[in-house]
């Protein structure tokens, strides 16, 4: 039987990550969620319109930028799906940059996105979140905010998504998270981040998601 092996850098990138948020100044929030903002209902219609539900559709070959079909076939086992190349679309039309293709490929994106959130993202303007209280209240205001889950194995894939602008109370985020919006196995234009990060235990369950926010224009 194969057994994955676990990638030092993945792991030296976790740390990376969970020590910025520690010192971050997005720090933690115990506030109730705000009212959304102007800007936020802005970034929230613009999530809207790009149409996740019909568009980077697991089990497909996709162009990454617009989730629709390219005509080729797939060339690899796995469940094919696409959280990262969504990320990296809605971002690159909000004029902001994430690890996207072609500096990385589709396969293990949403890895290696943590892992350049972690090392190279303030020097691109994003910024550690500290809670997911304090990453509703960021997306809320009109910030881009992520949500990124690095699998503990190098070759199987993580997890990433977008928090959309809500209103749910702070007792509501505290048991199931911000609302996001993501493509995946299944993919949502809002769910909780406890729903959809369900497809990997550690990620919600031991608090393994870690928050970067990046401001827009």
């Given amino acids: 039987m194969h057994s994955a092996v676990r990638s030092p850098i993945s792991r ?8 910025a948020v520690s010192a971050t100044a997005f720090g933690p929030c115990a506030e109730a969620a705000e009212t959304i903002s102007p800007a936020g209902r802005r970034l929230a219609d613009m999530l809207d319109r ?5 568009r980077w559709i697991a089990g497909q070959h996709i162009e990454w930028e617009t989730g629709l079909p390219d005509g080729r076939p797939l060339s690899n086992r796995g469940r094919h ?24 490929g589709q396969t293990l994106l949403a890895n290696a996105q943590f892992e ?8 691109n303007g ?14 809320n205001r009109g910030m881009l905010v992520v949500a990124a889950y690095h699998n503990h194995y190098d070759d199987k894939p993580g997890h990433i998504a977008i928090v959309r602008p809500s209103e ?9 998270g911000p609302d996001i919006i993501q493509a995946g196995t299944r993919n949502y ?8 990060f369900s497809g990997h235990r550690s990620a919600w369950g031991r608090n393994e998601v870690a928050y970067f926010a990046h401001a827009l224009n």
């Fill in 81 to 104: 799906t696409h959280c990262s190349a969504f990320v990296a679309s809605a971002a690159k039309q909000l004029g902001v940059y994430i690890l996207r293709p072609p500096e990385h």
């Fill in 189 to 196: 234009s809002r769910v909780s981040l406890r729903e959809g």
């Fill in 50 to 54: 790009m149409g996740v539900e019909q």
């Fill in 168 to 176: 749910k109370s702070a007792a509501q985020i505290a048991v199931e």
């Fill in 126 to 139: 994003w910024r550690p979140v500290a809670d997911a209280a304090m990453a509703q209240q960021l997306a």
């Fill in 116 to 123: 350049w959130l972690a090392e190279e993202g303030a020097p």
């Fill in 12 to 19: 030296r990138a976790v740390l990376l990550a969970f020590a």
